[in-house]
């Protein structure tokens, strides 16, 4: 059995990822991440999971309080 991903599971992390995007937009920092999650675990090439790292570390930079109480 291949790690390769089925079309159905691109086509389905192209979408999550398009979900993910629409939702950090609006601000839905925990939506965005789990869509970007799940999207990356269903294509690991997928750039969702480039995204959930930049949306990881814009977080850090925006609630750098909440690590330094």
């Known amino acids: 059995m291949s790690n390769t991903p089925s079309a159905a599971d691109k086509q389905r992390a192209a979408t999550l990822y398009a979900e993910g995007n629409a939702l ?3 601000q839905r920092w ?3 991440m789990n869509a ?3 999207a990356a675990a269903l294509d690991p ?3 969702a999971a480039h995204a ?3 949306l990881m570390h814009i977080m ?3 609630t750098k309080d909440l690590y330094n109480p």
């Open 24 to 26: 950090r937009k609006q």
């Open 30 to 32: 925990g939506e965005a």
């Open 36 to 38: 970007y999650e799940q």
């Open 45 to 47: 090439g997928s750039p």
């Open 52 to 54: 959930r790292e930049m």
């Open 60 to 62: 850090e930079y925006y």
